[in-house]
């Protein structure tokens, strides 16, 4: 079974619609993050939360929101979908410090 | 601010070549830095890693060292092969672990 895992891994939507995004992990880490990857851009940090009570924005958390409901879980929404958010999105863990992290599959969503 | 630059692709090589990866950094203090790969598909998997001025990471036959002289850590094969086609981040991290610093990637693609 994989560490880190994303649901859905695929989905497709319209223009208007909430989506939530889901990351569960069992490795047992208290940081997790969420990223987007758009073709020739790299990986852009969403937001990041370090423990249940902590969330932070990263560099492009404008029209996501997110959510830590337990230590191995953490979700991120789109509270109203735009088509310029089609990207592939990755959560992420790590341990404490300057830990790697480890990331899921990731989901690639579609924004009609 | 920090950053990360590394050289653009896509990189083509043949089987049993030599690859060379550039990447170079900016950053304040002492970062940990970090290679990625990401095969078809799936997420990023750590490549290495090396947390200080001089250390070598090294991983599957691929190396790469940090120079703080130069702000690099380039990335070597020296003999490439066709299940190496993949796309390849370097990344910097910080001491508070709030995010890890991501390149743009470099696609390679290795042919027989």
């Known amino acids: 079974d994989a560490d880190v895992t994303q649901t859905p891994r695929n989905r497709i939507t319209k223009t208007g619609k909430r989506i939530m995004l889901e990351c569960s992990q069992t490795k047992g880490h208290d940081r997790m993050y969420w990223y987007r990857q758009d073709p020739g851009l790299g990986l852009q940090l969403i937001y990041y939360?370090?423990?249940?009570?902590?969330?932070n924005k990263g560099e492009i958390s404008d029209g996501y929101s997110v959510s830590r409901q337990a230590q191995a879980k953490f979700s991120l929404s789109l509270e109203s979908a735009i088509p310029n958010q089609t990207a592939l999105y990755f959560c992420?863990?790590?341990?404490?410090?300057?830990?790697?992290?480890?990331f899921g599959d990731g989901t690639r969503l579609s924004i009609l | 601010g920090n950053s990360v630059t590394q050289m653009e692709g896509p990189v083509t090589l043949s089987e049993e070549a030599f690859l060379t990866i550039n990447c170079t950094y900016t950053?304040?203090?002492?970062?940990?830095l970090f290679w990625y790969v990401q095969y078809p598909g799936e997420g990023l998997q750590l490549l290495l890693k090396?947390?200080?001025?001089?250390d070598k990471g090294s991983n599957k036959g691929f190396e790469a060292t940090y120079r703080k002289e130069t702000t690099s850590f380039h990335l070597e094969k020296g003999s490439v092969q066709v299940s190496d086609s993949a796309v390849y981040f370097c990344a910097l991290g910080n001491q508070a672990g709030t995010a890890l610093i991501f390149g743009k990637g470099t696609t390679l693609s290795v042919s027989s």
């Open positions: 090396a947390t200080k001025a001089d």
């Open positions: 992420a863990t790590s341990g404490q410090g300057d830990q790697p992290q480890h």
């Open positions: 939360s370090f423990d249940v009570k902590d969330i």
């Open positions: 950053a304040t203090g002492y970062p940990s």
